[in-house]
Nanobody
Framework: QVQFVESGGGLVQPGGSLRLSCKAP???????????ITWYRQFPGKQRELVAS???????NYADSVKGRFTISRDNSKRTVFLQMNSLRSEDTASYYC???????WGQGTQVTVSS
């Protein structure tokens, strides 16, 4: 089972920016480049929801609520997918997770708190 390591969260004021990182373990180095990766977020008491995804060839997809504000990208040489979050709003406050398509094992996530 593959567990990714999420990082980069924190406390930021409304309108601010954060860059999240999703690092894949070295054990999947040989197949990393074939994986479609998705960022999810989870609000307290709610199920995880899709935020953004990126395919092996770089095709991206975003939830309507983050379009124009968030950008997903990947650096295959670093086994890392990034989520650049700009113009953050209080409603973006959540725990953020990443996973590959079909992944069932989850990492610790990273907490994003948007508050003045």
């Amino acid at each position: 089972q593959v567990q990714f390591v999420e990082s980069g969260g924190g406390l930021v004021q409304p309108g601010g920016s954060l860059r999240l990182s999703c690092k894949a373990p070295r054990t999947i180095l040989s197949v990393w480049w074939t994986l479609d990766i998705t960022w999810y977020r989870q609000f307290p008491g709610k199920q995880r929801e899709l935020v953004a995804s990126i395919t092996r060839d770089g095709t991206t997809n975003y939830a309507d609520s983050v379009k124009g504000r968030f950008t997903i990208s990947r650096d295959n040489s670093k086994r890392t997918v990034f989520l650049q979050m700009n113009s953050l709003r209080s409603e973006d406050t959540a725990s953020y997770y990443c996973n590959h398509a079909g992944g069932v094992s989850w990492g610790q996530g990273t907490q994003v708190t948007v508050s003045s």
